[in-house]
């Protein structure tokens, strides 16, 4: 049974594979040469080549971090090299909750220095080469060290939470274990603004004028209580903008990025708040906070499973069970799941996404809820032709031409491209 399951996980790890290339190669091949006229005031035939080599570039790195990814695990599973992590952390000691955190905080230092590479060269190469990149190698290191502080305070500390849950329980672990992260993730969800984000970005409230005084206008408009609207120095490492809804109650605070507001008119930054205020007034907030419950619920539910079947570890090599080498499993296993999940989850923002924007349009700024899509498009050199089961299975927001359709549909406007 052990050396079916294990022909499963290989089976699952090459499919996955073949089909994010697949679907990389769809994509790239579905770049027209008639742009929207919408369009040709912000993206010039000469950034439309330059959009093609940029996500060209991003690809072709991609296909090779995957593919050394699929062997170094493929080889890793079919030497039982998982056996001899294993056996090296109870030579280190006998305490079962010290062997978990050892063998995770081991395999994730090896897969950080794994990716390290590419990282860097995504953002000191590609990214710096297409004028994105505002990283300073301080900052990428800086960002590193928190990231992996946070990892072994956070991720470590849920891990020995989750494990204890099971020591203690045993038959009702998996729903405790869901409730314990379900409660840290709603904590997440309101305080993650205020706690985390300081860490890595500067937060400026919006400064009285004539920008502050027309969004208060649109929140009265809207029946939105305005709470905190900050200014995010996001150029701090890139030139790429973007504006974002975070918390719940009395913590709802929206973020615009400090690039948004350079590259952007007033009315445009009032389409983009409008949009994130849609979000909210029509509860897609709370609706993602409850799938996300609902699919980690799923998730616990089957690892409670697994734990119960020693020839789940037994398929990758383990010597011998344990919780940690079931977490192990139950990842290479769940993938699928978790594909359609993804699925039914990008589906539904999707959909979101629309609805958020026709409440922007509403407050009649429909218009400029469009200059700004395009305008972020084209600065950001996005693919506006990607293939349709890319968008399906892999993107949350609709494109740029699907949104814009959308926008224009009441108006009975058409699209109309040319060479």
């Given at each position: 049974m052990s050396e079916i399951i294990f022909w499963?996980?290989?089976?699952?790890?090459?499919?996955?594979?073949?089909?994010?290339?697949?679907?990389?190669?769809?994509?790239?091949?579905?770049?027209?040469?008639?742009?929207?006229?919408?369009?040709k005031g912000e993206y010039?035939?000469?950034?439309?080549?330059?959009?093609?080599?940029?996500?060209?570039?991003?690809?072709?790195?991609?296909?090779i971090k995957s593919s050394i990814s699929l062997i170094i695990l493929i080889f890793i599973l079919a030497s039982s090299g998982f056996s001899y992590l294993d056996e090296w952390v109870r030579?280190?000691?006998?305490?079962?909750?010290?062997?978990?955190?050892?063998?995770?905080?081991?395999?994730?230092?090896?897969?950080?220095?794994?990716?390290?590479?590419?990282?860097?060269?995504?953002?000191?190469?590609?990214?710096?080469?297409?004028?994105?990149?505002?990283?300073?190698?301080?900052?990428?290191?800086?960002?590193?060290?928190?990231?992996?502080?946070?990892?072994?305070?956070?991720?470590?500390?849920?891990?020995?939470?989750?494990?204890?849950?099971?020591?203690?329980?045993?038959?009702?672990?998996?729903?405790?274990?869901?409730?314990?992260?379900?409660?840290?993730?709603?904590?997440?969800?309101?305080?993650?603004?205020?706690?985390?984000?300081?860490?890595?970005?500067?937060?400026?409230?919006?400064?009285?004028?004539?920008?502050?005084?027309?969004?208060?206008?649109?929140?009265?408009?809207?029946?939105?209580?305005?709470?905190?609207?900050?200014?995010?120095?996001?150029?701090?490492?890139?030139?790429?903008?973007?504006?974002?809804?975070?918390?719940?109650?009395?913590?709802?605070t929206i973020i615009l990025y400090d690039t948004l507001i350079e590259q952007h008119t007033n009315k445009e930054l009032l389409a983009v708040l409008a949009h994130e205020i849609g979000h909210y007034k029509l509860k897609h907030i709370p609706q993602s906070i409850i799938l996300g419950l609902i699919q980690s619920f799923i998730s616990f539910f089957i690892l409670g499973l697994f734990l119960n079947y020693p020839v789940f570890p037994e398929a990758i090599g383990f010597g011998e069970p344990s919780f940690y080498?079931?977490?192990?499993?139950?990842?290479?296993?769940?993938?699928?799941?978790?594909?359609?999940?993804?699925?039914?989850?990008?589906?539904?923002?999707?959909?979101n996404e629309f609805e958020a924007d026709d409440f922007a349009k509403n407050q009649q700024l429909g218009e400029a809820l469009i200059s700004a899509l395009v305008k972020m498009s084209a600065h950001h050199l996005s693919n506006l032709f990607p293939h349709p089961l890319d968008i399906k299975i892999n993107y949350s927001h609709p494109t740029l031409i699907q949104r814009v359709s959308h926008l224009k549909t009441n108006k009975n406007e058409s699209i109309s491209t040319s060479s």
């Open positions: 499963i996980i290989i089976a699952i790890l090459i499919l996955g594979f073949i089909v994010d290339q697949g679907l990389n190669y769809l994509s790239d091949k579905g770049w027209s040469t008639a742009l929207p006229d919408f369009v010039s035939d000469k950034k439309y080549q330059t959009a093609k080599k940029y996500h060209k570039e991003g690809a072709q790195l991609s296909i030579s280190i000691t006998d305490n079962a909750s010290l062997q978990m955190l050892l063998f995770f905080g081991v395999l994730f230092l090896i897969s950080d220095i794994f990716s390290l590479p590419f990282q860097w060269y995504s953002t000191f190469t590609i990214e710096e080469k297409y004028g994105f990149n505002k990283t300073t190698v301080a900052t990428f290191f800086l960002d590193k060290i928190k990231s992996w502080i946070l990892l072994i305070l956070i991720g470590g500390g849920i891990l020995l939470a989750i494990f204890k849950i099971y020591e203690l329980t045993q038959s009702y672990f998996w729903i405790l274990a869901w409730a314990v992260i379900s409660a840290f993730s709603l904590f997440m969800a309101v305080f993650y603004t205020k706690l985390l984000l300081p860490l890595f970005n500067k937060l400026t409230p919006l400064e009285d004028g004539e920008l502050k005084d027309e969004i208060e206008k649109v929140a009265l408009n809207t029946g939105f209580t305005l709470e905190k609207v900050f200014i995010m120095d996001g150029s701090k490492r890139s030139a790429k903008a973007n504006a974002f809804f975070s918390g719940l109650g009395k913590q709802k080498a079931s977490l192990i499993a139950f990842g290479l296993l769940y993938s699928p799941i978790e594909l359609l999940l993804g699925i039914l989850t990008n589906k539904l923002s999707r959909k």
